[in-house]
């Protein structure tokens, strides 16, 4: 016998869990829904749940801000597996959870669980693939002749104004430049 249950990771109240039942659920902002979450950034009637051969299928029905399965928006109705991570928007994370039971047993498993410890991070944008064969990066060089001339030029400037100052204050202005009237 399988249970099945929303994780809020992201959004109003993260680590609630929203569990799942009957045929067809509605998630949205509206009080009325099976999965109500009050957030301005989900429409009133977001998207649909709808239990069909044993398995949970989504489907947005026409949100603002739209629904989303693993980082790709959804076009069409979707069937949920373990672990699939379901954006509202772009806030909003929940993680679709499938918990196993056994009648005899005194522990219900998550199958997600049994397959990793660890929960992947939260990625606010759609991820990236990654190729194998690319290679990566060269560490960023700064190209130092700019400041180097930078430098330069304001040491010069002001060797320049030092002089000036000396030679106004010394007096020297006709040993320096004959040239000025009166001298």
């Known amino acids: 016998?399988?249970?099945?249950?929303?994780?809020?990771?992201?959004?109003?109240?993260?680590?609630?869990?929203?569990?799942?039942s009957g045929d067809q659920l509605t998630i949205g902002r509206d009080s009325s829904n099976g999965v109500a979450i009050n957030d301005a950034e989900i429409s009133r009637k977001h998207s649909r749940l709808s239990f069909q051969g044993g398995k949970y299928v989504l489907e947005d029905l026409g949100s603002t801000n739209g629904t989303f399965v693993n980082g790709q928006r959804l076009a069409g109705p979707v069937v949920l597996k373990a672990g699939d991570v379901v954006s509202l928007g772009e806030q909003i994370v929940l993680m679709y959870d499938v918990i196993n039971s056994d009648?005899?047993?005194?522990?219900?498993?998550?199958?997600?669980?049994?397959?990793?410890a660890v929960p992947p991070p939260i990625q606010s944008a759609p991820p990236q693939p990654v190729y194998a064969s690319a290679p990566a990066a060269p560490a960023k060089k700064t190209n130092m002749t700019p400041i180097l001339i930078g430098v330069g030029v304001l040491l010069f400037l002001c060797m320049c104004g030092g002089f000036l100052w000396w030679v106004d204050a010394t007096y020297r202005w006709c040993t320096f430049l004959p040239f000025i009237p009166g001298c």
């Not at 016998?1 to 799942?20: C, Y």
């Not at 009648?103 to 219900?108: D, E, K, N, S, Y």
């Open 103 to 116: 009648p005899g047993a005194t522990v219900a498993v998550s199958r997600k669980a049994v397959q990793a």
């Open 1 to 20: 016998m399988s249970q099945f249950q929303f994780v809020m990771r992201s959004g109003p109240t993260p680590g609630v869990t929203f569990p799942l």
